[in-house]
Each structure stands twice: as structure tokens, then as C-alpha cells.
């Protein structure tokens, strides 16, 4: 199957044929490298959690798809790693993800919506991606890590220009590599002279210190990992749900009706149209089975979990979008050991996001142009979402 067709421009449609069809298929990757899809729920559930599927990338065999190349002291990060390194640098970082932490920091990302839909006005028409949906996350999360808000509209660019190459600019990818590099090289060292109260600052302290000690290389490819991805799949969860509330005004009035229902309705964004596509890549360490096919070490696995998502045999009525669904063994920000780390976070800011929308405008409705997706196989994103909005 042509991963550049079907699979990015109809993903679900794609991924329905598979599951019924072929769920454990071979395919092409990106760079044209071959790999395994697995789509069916059970199937998936299961290899996220087996710890003989490996994301350290020397478990590759030559040829196979390996995914994102980064130069070495961005490398060595949480989605290329096995216990027990895994295990040690998560617990060194997880203290900023707590409940506690999370349930501290609602108050600022609050404030924060309420400054962006400020600056909105009472009605209008607007990109809500460029507007709200992407500037948010960025704020929340380079304020987490204590970067300078003179820098935080390089990082957005840095990461649209790594998730989403451009076809025109085949240097552009590097070139932000490059750039982000360079950026956090300078950022460590001035947090070392000046350390503050930020994420950045702690993690350096844990490097410098005694005891149970991040490397160099561990610590610049944790910060890169923490900035791309805290704003990455919080940017496209909440760009997500706002597009899915804009084609569901049943689901719409029901949270307008019900606020409470907001925690439980995030969850149910996140398996209609979660933030990833597919699970990062990952290499069997010996030869395995999956769904009766057998696959040889080192060659490369994908997960897809919003596949898993939408089985059928998993999720009743899959393809809708239905609050009243026990979403519960969702797979949207994974399962087993590398579940995502800012989770707690990306749902506490969806869930806020929408919250501010909701009670500030009364009309929320879709305009021309039509909205536009990311041309991505992993990510599940917009790049445009034309909104008219008035608060009544």
C-alpha cells in the first residue's frame, strides 16, 4: 500500500480494509524503507506492552525503517530507549507530571486561554489552529522549562518544519535540527549560571549533582524530547477536538448544556481523532508473531493506534462520536511502560482549552476555506481551522 496515498490523506478508510483484511501488513515507510502495520485492537494493545519490541534502534536490522534520524545529543531520548535506562530517566523526570503538579499548574494555563481568546474579541473569524489551538501549548510548556518568549516562535517553526517536511525544502528538516541544537545548547548554559525555578533548571541540577545522574547527551535529548512533544501532541488534541465539536453540534450542545462532562468528553477526542496516528517505531529483539504472521528480529514494527482506536470489536460504533462511550483501554497516548509521559498535561490543557472556548463564545461554527490536515503517516493533525466565533 502507497503510504504517501490512502494511508495520509484517508487514514481511517485505509485502516478499516487492514483491520478486516490484512492487520498485520507490509508496507513502506517515508523514506521507502519496509515495515509491519498492525490495525487491530487486541493486536496492538498487546505489542505496546511486550517488552520484546525494543525502540532502541541498534535492535535494527540494516534496511528496515527506523523513523527520525537526530544527531546524537538529541538521540538519546525516552522514544529511543528499553529499561532499565528508560526506567531511570522517566523517574527522574516524572516528578514535573504529577496529579499534584498538574492540578497546580490549571490555574496558569487558564490564564493563559483566557489572554489568547482576549485577544480574539467578541466575534470574529479566525485560524483557530494559528490563533489558539498551537500558541497555547507552546506558552504552557516553554513556561514549564523557563525558555524566553523571544524564542518560542523559532520552536514552533523548528517542529512544523520536522513533523511535516516540506517537499520543496528537502534541507529544511536538518536545518531545524540544527537550529534547535544550537538553541538548547546556548539555553543550558545560561540556566547553568542562572538557574531558576523552571523544569530546566531541575534537570540540570540532576545532571550536576550526585547520586542517580542524567549524561550530557541524556539531558539535551530530554529537553528536546519534553519541548517537541509537550507542544506537538497537545497542539493537534486540541485542534482535534475543537474540529470534532464544529462537525458534531449534537456533542456540542451536550457540553454546553453539561460542562462537567468535559473531563470525560477529552478522552473521547483522544480515541476519535487522537494527536498520533501510529506509535513510535520499534524492532523485534528476537523473532515473533503477530496475528499469525511471522516477523524477524530487527525488522520494523508500526502500532497504529488510531487503528486500535476504531476496531470495532474494541469500540462500538467506532466512527462516532459519542460521549456517553466508555472510552476506558483507550490507546490515543499509549500503553505499557512508554505511555505517554505528559499525558496528565495534554489532557488538563484540552480540557481547559475547550472550557474557555466554550463559555466565551456562544456561536462556534466552521467558514471557508475548509480546514486542513498534516500530510503525515504518525501525526494527526490540522494546519488551518476556519472558525467564525461570538460571544452572545
Not at 536545518?175 to 540556566?191: D, I, N, Q, S
Amino acid at each position: 500500500m502507497d503510504l504517501q496515498g490512502e494511508l495520509i490523506t484517508h487514514p481511517y478508510s485505509a485502516y478499516e480494509r487492514l483491520r478486516e483484511t490484512a492487520p498485520v501488513s507490509r508496507i513502506a515507510g517515508t523514506d521507502g524503507s519496509p515495515a509491519w502495520l498492525v490495525t487491530r485492537y487486541d493486536d496492538v494493545r498487546q505489542a505496546l506492552a511486550d517488552p520484546r519490541l525494543s525502540l532502541d534502534k541498534t535492535n535494527a536490522t540494516e534496511g528496515n525503517y527506523r523513523g527520525l534520524s537526530l544527531p546524537p545529543a538529541l538521540d538519546a531520548n525516552l522514544l529511543n530507549m528499553d529499561a532499565p535506562d528508560h526506567t531511570r530517566i522517566r523517574r527522574l523526570v516524572g516528578r514535573a507530571f504529577t496529579p499534584r503538579r498538574i492540578e497546580q499548574l490549571r490555574a496558569p494555563i487558564r490564564a493563559t486561554a483566557d489572554r489568547l481568546l482576549d485577544a480574539l474579541g467578541p466575534a470574529g473569524s479566525v485560524d483557530m489552529v494559528a490563533a489558539f489551538a498551537a500558541p497555547l501549548p507552546i506558552i504552557v510548556i516553554c513556561d514549564l522549562l523557563g525558555i524566553p518568549e523571544d524564542r518560542r516562535l523559532d520552536f514552533r517553526t523548528w517542529t512544523d518544519a520536522l513533523v511535516v517536511p516540506d517537499p520543496s525544502r528537502p534541507r529544511a528538516a536538518k536545518e531545524a535540527l540544527v537550529a534547535m541544537l544550537g538553541f538548547l545548547t546556548e539555553l543550558m548554559a545560561h540556566k547553568r549560571s542562572h538557574p531558576g525555578d523552571d523544569l530546566l533548571s531541575d534537570l540540570i541540577a540532576v545532571r550536576d549533582g550526585d547520586g542517580d545522574r542524567l549524561s550530557e547527551d541524556e539531558l539535551m535529548s530530554l529537553a528536546f524530547l519534553i519541548l517537541f512533544a509537550g507542544y506537538e501532541n497537545t497542539v493537534q488534541l486540541i485542534g482535534n477536538a475543537i474540529h470534532s465539536l464544529l462537525q458534531h453540534p449534537d456533542q456540542l450542545a451536550l457540553l454546553r448544556k453539561d460542562p462537567s462532562r468535559l473531563s470525560g468528553a477529552v478522552e473521547e477526542f483522544a480515541r476519535y481523532e487522537g494527536p498520533a496516528l501510529l506509535a513510535i517505531r520499534r524492532f523485534p529483539t528476537e523473532d515473533i508473531t503477530i496475528a499469525g504472521v511471522a516477523i524477524p528480529a530487527g525488522e520494523t514494527v508500526l502500532l497504529s493506534l488510531s487503528a486500535a482506536n476504531r476496531d470495532p470489536a474494541r469500540f462500538a460504533r467506532p466512527g462516532v462520536l459519542d460521549f456517553d462511550r466508555d472510552t476506558a483501554g483507550h490507546l490515543a497516548l499509549g500503553h505499557g511502560i512508554h505511555y505517554c509521559l505528559g499525558a496528565p498535561l495534554a489532557r488538563a490543557e484540552t480540557e481547559i482549552a475547550l472550557a474557555a472556548l466554550l463559555e466565551r463564545y456562544q456561536t462556534l461554527e466552521p467558514v471557508e476555506p475548509a480546514p486542513t490536515w498534516r500530510r503525515s503517516l504518525r501525526a494527526r493533525g490540522l494546519t488551518s481551522l476556519p472558525v467564525r466565533y461570538h460571544a452572545e
